[in-house]
C-alpha cells in the first residue's frame, strides 16, 4: 500500500527486491509505503500437527498423545495461506469492543463482534468502536501432581455475550493457568 497523506493510496503489486513502483504517488515528504498483510489468529487444539493422523487437523495423538492448546497465525505467503504455531499454552482469545454511542468520546458499552453484527445498522455500530479488549487464558506446559480443582475463567466478551466464562474441561485441571487482559484504544477514532 502507497500512501500520500492528505491524497489518496494505492494497492499495487510490487516486486520483491529492487525499487517499488510509485503507482502513480511520486516519492516525496508524506509519502510511505506499507506493505500489505493478511493475518487471522485463532486457537489451535494441538501444537504440532506432525504427530497426528492429519497434516491439516489437530487430533489426540498430536504433540506426543498430549495435545497442547496453542495461538495460530494464518498468515499470507505469496498466494497462499500458511499456518503458523506462535505460542504454545493458550487455551482461550477474546475480544470485546467498546463502543462510544452518543458521540462524547467515552466508551457506553462493550459488545461482542457477534452483537454488533446482529445490530441493524452493523456498519455504523462498527462505526462507533473505540477501544478493544483483548483476553487470553495460559496454561502451563507440564501437569501439576499437586494441583487438581475445577476452574471457571470469565474473560472480556464473557459478560457481553451472556455466557458465565470459560470452564476447564474434565481431565485437563492439573494445568495451572492464568487470564491476561489489555485493553487498547483504537487512537484514529478519538482523536
Not at 50 to 65: E, F, I, L, P, Q
Amino acid at each position: 500500500l502507497r500512501s500520500a497523506i492528505g491524497r489518496r493510496a494505492v494497492i499495487g503489486n510490487a516486486p520483491s527486491s529492487g525499487a517499488l513502483p510509485t503507482f502513480g504517488l511520486p516519492d516525496e515528504d508524506g509519502t510511505i509505503n506499507y506493505g500489505y498483510r493478511v493475518e487471522i489468529w485463532f486457537i489451535r487444539s494441538c501444537s504440532d500437527l506432525a504427530g497426528g493422523s492429519s497434516s491439516t487437523a489437530c487430533d489426540s495423538a498430536d504433540d506426543d498423545g498430549e495435545p497442547i492448546p496453542t495461538l495460530t497465525r494464518l498468515a499470507l505467503d505469496g498466494t497462499q495461506l500458511r499456518q503458523q504455531a506462535m505460542y504454545t499454552g493458550i487455551e482461550q482469545l477474546q475480544l470485546e469492543y467498546g463502543r462510544d454511542t452518543n458521540g462524547d468520546g467515552m466508551i457506553d458499552r462493550l459488545d461482542t463482534a457477534s452483537t454488533i453484527n446482529a445490530l441493524t445498522n452493523a456498519e455504523g455500530a462498527w462505526g462507533t468502536v473505540i477501544s478493544a479488549q483483548v483476553a487470553l487464558l495460559s496454561r502451563s506446559g507440564q501437569k501439576d501432581a499437586t494441583f487438581e480443582g475445577s476452574q471457571q475463567f470469565v474473560l472480556a466478551g464473557d459478560s457481553g455475550a451472556g455466557t458465565s466464562g470459560f470452564s476447564v474441561p474434565t481431565g485437563q485441571e492439573s494445568y495451572l493457568r492464568k487470564p491476561y487482559q489489555v485493553t487498547a484504544q483504537i487512537r484514529n477514532r478519538v482523536r
